[in-house]
């Protein structure tokens, strides 16, 4: 079965994408793994909750600071 994936390849791929498309193959699996490798750190980590809390705590602060600004500044 091989053999035949490799024929159809030589035949009519190679022709068109010679080395660049195995460069571009190459590239695409490079990338692929890399997504998968941050996607597992993403959820082993729990940085979805990480990063929901920073910007709770951010929007927290800044009313905080908007209530202290609107009191002082009356």
Not at 3 to 30: I, T
Not at 49 to 74: E, H, P, R, W, Y
Request: no cysteine; glycine share 8%.
């Amino acid at each position: 079965m091989m053999s035949l994936a490799k024929q159809v390849y030589d035949y009519y791929f190679r022709p068109y994408l010679g080395e660049k498309g195995q460069d571009m193959v190459e590239y695409a699996l490079m990338l692929a793994i890399i997504v998968g490798i941050g996607w597992l750190i993403y959820k082993q980590a729990d940085l979805a909750n990480n990063i929901n809390n920073v910007f709770t705590n951010a929007g927290n602060l800044m009313t905080q600071a908007a209530d202290t600004s609107s009191k002082t500044g009356s």
